[in-house]
């Protein structure tokens, strides 16, 4: 695999004209390339996983799962406290 290093500038920061303590950050063109590819990768990887091919009612019960050990979480955390 071949890693190729680019110098092109991906975020251009500009000053506010009227705060110089103030920029706004603008994703350059190579930026936006860069985005796009990542949402591309990321997309393809949050589609391949196992959740996907639950059903409903099994997605329901994972759900519910999934609040019942994050309460449960928050409470232990609370006891440390």
Do not use: W
């Amino acid at each position: 695999m071949k890693f190729l290093f680019s110098t092109e500038l991906l975020v251009v920061s500009e000053r506010n004209q009227r705060d110089a303590r103030q920029s706004l950050a603008n994703i350059a063109p190579a930026g936006a390339r860069l985005l796009s590819d990542a949402e591309s990768v990321m997309h393809d990887f949050f589609t391949t996983l196992p959740i996907n091919g639950l059903g409903e009612s099994e997605f329901a019960e994972f759900r519910r799962r999934l609040l019942d050990f994050k309460s449960t979480q928050a409470r232990n955390r609370q006891g440390r406290i």
